[in-house]
């Protein structure tokens, strides 16, 4: 089975920042979160978690499994996209013409960098090389797998396993730390 998880919240959620790669810890909302998803999914069986190396990811799977022997993997490939210049900046949805808002309003016309932002064809590439390198062939030995990752990255993640065109990329939104099983 492959499970995955967004982090729990962050100041930055809270002031709808855009967060990226700024790597913003848990606040005590999101501890409480990652707590009260621990008490939820204590008997779901888990053998490995991959985790984003940013803290509100690494910090969720910690409190997630704590008290179980499930060793947890950090790997670079699963931070989140990077939003580029337009990282800290807030409720961007309220700034006609930003530019970076066609990265969520309209994935498919998002084809080229804005302001240094990942594109999508370099985010889904990352996403493909780490489920193929790391997770499908643990998957396909029986092994039960969480990945505790971010918004965009876990959209990715939805995308190559489904297939799903960019014109879909946000259509599967995970809340926050709660479990979504995919395989």
């Not at 008290?67 to 337009?86: A, N, Q, W």
Request: proline letters at 4%.
């Amino acid at each position: 089975m492959l499970y995955l998880m967004r982090h729990g919240k962050t100041d930055w959620n809270e002031l709808h920042k855009l967060q990226g790669r700024t790597d913003i810890p848990l606040n005590e909302d999101g501890r409480r979160m990652a707590q009260a998803a621990h008490d939820a999914y204590r008997d779901t069986h888990l053998d490995l978690c991959f985790s984003s190396p940013l803290k509100r990811a690494t910090e969720t799977a910690e409190i997630l499994l704590r008290g179980r022997d499930v060793p947890i993997k950090t790997d670079d490939r699963l931070v989140e996209m990077s939003f580029g210049v337009y990282e800290g900046l807030a409720n961007s949805f309220q700034i006609p013409d930003c530019p970076i808002n066609i990265l969520f309003q309209d994935p498919s016309a998002y084809t080229e960098s804005i302001g240094g932002a990942e594109t999508f064809g370099e985010l889904l590439a990352r996403a493909d090389s780490f489920l193929t390198e790391m997770v499908l062939p643990e998957v396909h030995k029986g092994k039960d797998i969480l990945i505790v990752g971010h918004g965009a990255l876990n959209s990715a993640i939805i995308c190559c396993l489904k297939q799903l065109p960019i014109s879909a990329f946000w259509s599967n939104g995970l809340e926050q730390c709660k479990l979504l099983r995919l395989l």
